[in-house]
């Protein structure tokens, strides 16, 4: 079933192929930076060397979260999980936007800017802020990906580390009609704001079918602890009629191609740390669910051990892929007002038929 008309992004379940705009993600993910991912998201082509400056200044000009955010955000990293501050510094975002509740194009297009801009920066100061560390403030000459980890750890990152991570924002940026996208254009279409559409995006992401299944690889990974053991444990989790996270997919009917490059990108980091210990539970995992169910990894699956071995923190794997998806719930969004119609799903009803109401005292 169709649910909207998109020329963002597409995919061919049974080929294992994804394009953004037309660009194969086996183009994109070793040529292009996430900054341009951005730009061609929202823009619908590659940008020209001009383009990609406006847009980089763009993005690194507007990291700094408002003053109201920043007055929640010791509160926030107290008493909320990750995702759910997320979620609520994005709603609150909206108080205080330069473009306050002006919802033409341009002013749309700036917030989604804002948005992409800032959601690095809330993830770095939340997990700084909880551990008691002082707040490290954005630097502007740094790729949104290199900046981000900069943030969150205090040191810059290597070339290869922070290049590694624009790759991996990339791959995330943008998948079709998944729930989180499908959530954030189903507000939209009501034409409620840009703010509130990605907080119903980030709502969508957080549950473990979805974004939420790259913290459950990483646990289970731990839990598995060395590679010998990975084959009992995933026939034992079968058995038990338990899913392994990290695998299958509703479109894909063969590899992930996003698996692919994570696959790659965490065996280099693997043999960077000389500790190859996840990286080996991994493929085990993976053999083992190949054998006995037959069903591929998924994008989370090899993402966990991307940022396992980045050391980002595994409750903040989540709000790392919406750091990457907000481009892409953004530039739907747009894509929705700009041609918007009201979705309203049909229904199968299962309950009874019709019958006559019953007083209180006959029930
Ligand atoms: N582990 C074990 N069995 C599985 C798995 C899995 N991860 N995924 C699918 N299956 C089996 C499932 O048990 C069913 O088998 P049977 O026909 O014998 O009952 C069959 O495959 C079809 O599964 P399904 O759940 O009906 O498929 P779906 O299209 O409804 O679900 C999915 C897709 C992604 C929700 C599901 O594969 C899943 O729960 N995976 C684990 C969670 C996960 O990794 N989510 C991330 C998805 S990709 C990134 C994203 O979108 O965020």
Known sequence: M???????????????????????????????????????????????????????????REREPNDFVMELMPQLSQNTAPMSMLRTACSASSARDPDGWDTSEGANYRKAMRLIAVFPTLVAYYDRLRKGHPLVRSDASLSLAANFLYMLKGDKADD??????????????????????????????????????????????????????????MRMIKEIKEPSKARDYIINRLRNKEKVMGFGHRVYKTEDPRATHLRRMAKELAEKSGDGNNYEISQEIEKAVMDEKGIYPNVDFYAASVYGYLKIPTDLFTPVFACSRVSGWTAHVREQYADNRLIRPDHAYVGPERRSWKPLSQR
């Open 2 to 60: 169709v649910a909207a008309e998109t020329a963002i992004s597409d995919i061919d379940g049974r080929e294992g192929v994804l394009s953004y705009v037309g660009y194969d993600i086996h183009d994109l993910a070793p040529n292009a930076t996430f900054e341009e991912t951005c730009y061609l998201l929202h823009n619908l082509e590659l940008p020209n060397e001009q383009q990609l400056e406006e847009i980089k200044e763009q993005l690194g």
């Open 160 to 217: 290869e580390e922070a290049r590694i991570f624009d790759i991996c924002l990339t791959l995330h940026a943008d998948h079709t009609m998944n729930a989180s996208t499908f959530a954030a254009r189903v507000c939209a279409a009501t034409l409620s704001d840009i703010h509130s559409a990605v907080t119903a995006g980030i709502a969508a992401l957080k549950g473990p079918l979805h974004g939420g299944a790259n913290e459950q690889v």
